[in-house]
Nanobody, 121 residues
């Protein structure tokens, strides 16, 4: 499955880079998404990067602050987060997803254990 890393506790306004890797999955053949789960809240799709053409997709809540990218050679996907807010606090998961053209399915598979991001002063 996929393995997430990079979560930490940061102050509001801070930055973090999350990483997603897979050792077995034919990683580069899949679109990869990030979603987050906060206690008492619904799962929220945060971002996706397409395997087809590298197009990127973002939730309105993170647009302009988060950047998803892919290193094909390293078989990793990154989520760079800046200007973090307390409402970004959640466990973040990467997963297989489908995003292309005008479609972002937010139907997830193969996610890992997640990585905790806490934004607090």
């Amino acid at each position: 499955q996929l393995v997430e890393s990079g979560g930490d506790s940061v102050q509001p306004g801070g930055s973090l880079r999350l990483s997603c890797a897979a050792s077995v999955l034919t990683f580069n053949s899949y679109s990869i998404g990030w979603f987050r789960q906060a206690p008492g809240k619904e799962r929220e799709g945060v971002s996706c990067i397409s395997s087809t053409d590298g197009s990127t997709y973002y939730a309105d809540s993170v647009k302009g602050r988060f950047t998803i990218s892919r290193d094909v050679a390293k078989k990793k996907v990154y989520l760079d987060m800046k200007s973090l807010k307390p409402e970004d606090t959640a466990v973040y998961y990467c997963a297989t997803d489908k995003c292309y053209g005008s479609t972002w399915s937010k139907v997830y598979g193969n996610w890992g254990q997640g990585t905790q991001v806490t934004v607090s002063s």
